[in-house]
């Protein structure tokens, strides 16, 4: 029986999760995934890797396959599933070298998407076990694009990657979260509340049937669809041997500017944003570090900074009398490290504190210009 022609993005999808492999590789060697999924056992066993055996399991799951009933399945479900042919089908993903056959969504999909063809998109990536500075650093950088408009992407990773997130839903913008399994299947566990955050005005993507469980191979798969989807990259923290480098490596090679935040000299969580600052990257130290790199983009100008309140405010009123570190700060102030910590990092992004040598913060008379 032929293969039915139109079948071919949702039913790849389906035939790789039914390999337990990436099919793209094959897809190109077939002269485009169209081909592959119209191939006879013959070509299938030439060109997926295991030979006869793995073709033939290909020709069974293809047989099984019925578009109609998986489409009803996955809108039960509230999955969207976009072919690459698509016109809701991001632009920029489409570009690179290697675009994913079809997405698949839950959340703000189509929303999110639209949103995204017009907003700067900026993926804000890093390590897995940044410093308390690396996390508010993404989080406050988050906030910052988002209140200039633009649209944050990340893996929903621990870290830096869910610390971006947060920080663009708490300033009230829209975050793409793209995985490395299946739409249900978030990982780590942990960021199943965030997910569903970003659900209710962003979009939790993947290029995996849903229930594929996550696998160390698919994570630099998930890497190039975060650095396609984005106007620029920005490495917040990185080892000398990190995901967050694969992304930026996907970046430079769509052309796609690539800004890391540079680190203490020495420090693991330094090694790899150092490196790339070294190969060229743009500096990162805010928001307008962006804007400058993607001055095509339709950004909106920076809001004034409103007057600082609750701890912020208490924190600010005691810098005014005099600079000082956070111990001193804690004390004068009667709130935890941590609050005065969180609130500091906030002042200093709006502009209304800087930090000094020694780890003393001065109040400064203005906000930074936009």
Request: with cysteine; net charge neutral.
């Amino acid at each position: 029986m032929k293969p039915r022609a139109r079948e071919w993005p949702l039913g790849l999808a389906w035939m790789a999760h039914a390999l337990g492999r990436d099919l793209q590789r094959a897809a190109r060697v077939a002269g485009g995934p169209e081909a592959l999924w119209g191939a006879s056992a013959a070509q299938l066993a030439a060109w997926l890797a295991g030979g006869p055996e793995v073709a033939e399991r290909a020709v069974a799951a293809r047989a099984a396959f019925r578009a109609a009933d998986a489409r009803e399945a996955l809108a039960s479900r509230g999955i969207v599933h976009l072919p690459c042919a698509s016109p809701a089908y991001p632009s920029r993903l489409r570009a690179i070298f290697d675009p994913p056959f079809g997405l698949f969504g839950t959340g703000a999909t189509m929303a999110a998407l639209q949103a995204s063809e017009t907003a700067p998109v900026v993926g804000i990536v890093g390590s897995r076990r940044p410093t308390g500075a690396g996390r508010r650093f993404a989080a406050h950088l988050a906030a910052g694009l988002v209140e200039r408009g633009a649209v944050v992407v990340s893996g929903l990773a621990r870290g830096i990657d869910a610390a971006a997130h947060e920080g663009a839903l708490d300033a009230g913008g829209i975050t793409v979260a793209v995985l490395g399994s299946g739409v249900d299947r978030v990982h780590p566990r942990r960021h199943l509340a965030l997910a569903q955050r970003i659900g209710c005005e962003g979009a939790v993507l993947s290029e995996y049937w849903p229930g594929t469980e996550p696998a160390p191979w698919r994570f630099p798969a998930r890497n190039r669809i975060v650095a396609g989807l984005s106007d620029a990259v920005v490495v917040v923290e990185a080892a000398a041997r990190s995901g967050a480098l694969i992304t930026a490596d996907f970046a430079m090679e769509n052309g796609t500017p690539v800004l890391a935040v540079p680190g203490w000299p020495g420090a693991d969580m330094s090694a790899g944003c150092n490196a790339l600052l070294r190969a060229g990257a743009a500096l990162c130290e805010g928001p307008d570090d962006v804007v400058a790199e993607v001055s095509q983009a339709a950004w909106v100008d920076a809001p004034v900074p409103a007057a600082a309140t609750g701890a912020a405010a208490t924190v600010l009123a005691v810098l005014g009398r005099a600079p000082a570190g956070v111990d001193r700060l804690a004390a004068d102030c009667g709130l935890p490290h941590a609050q005065v910590a969180v609130a500091l990092a906030a002042l200093e992004m709006d502009g209304l504190v800087a930090r000094e040598d020694g780890g003393v913060f001065r109040a400064v008379s203005r906000a930074r210009g936009g």
